[in-house]
Each structure stands twice: as C-alpha cells, then as structure tokens.
C-alpha cells in the first residue's frame, strides 16, 4: 500500500514534470468534464423515465400461462 511520504514525492515528480500552471489546466479541464457529464447524464436520465412511461402505457397487457414442473432424477 502506498504511504503518505510516497505519494508526497509522486506528486513533487508529477509537479516537476509538468509544472503548476499546466496542472491547474489539467485540474479545471477534468472538473469541468466531470460536472459536464454528471449534467447529461441527469438530463438523459430524465428523458429515459418520460419515454418508458409512455411506452409502457401504449403496449397492451399480455397474459402468458404457464406450468412448472419438477422431473427426479433416478438416483445412480
């Protein structure tokens, strides 16, 4: 499991490498990605509801009858 102190000096690597400013763009390209999709998928998920509502109360109702039924096996 990675400890505190390793995961410091991963981030103090990752800052060196890419620097803060390009971080930051990084941190608010990815914030507003994830705020974008939870926005469709709350909108989508709205549209989905309204469209199986009306599907459902356009389809008439079908009956099925059926019969279960138990087979025993011959014990060996």
Known sequence: MI????LLIILAIVLVLFGAKKLRNIGADLGGAIKNFRSSMKEGG???????????????????????TVKEKEKV
């Open 46 to 68: 709205e549209e989905g509801k309204a469209e199986d509502k009306e599907k459902i109360a356009q389809q008439p109702g079908q009956v099925i009858e059926g019969e279960a």
């Open 3 to 6: 400890s505190v102190p390793q």
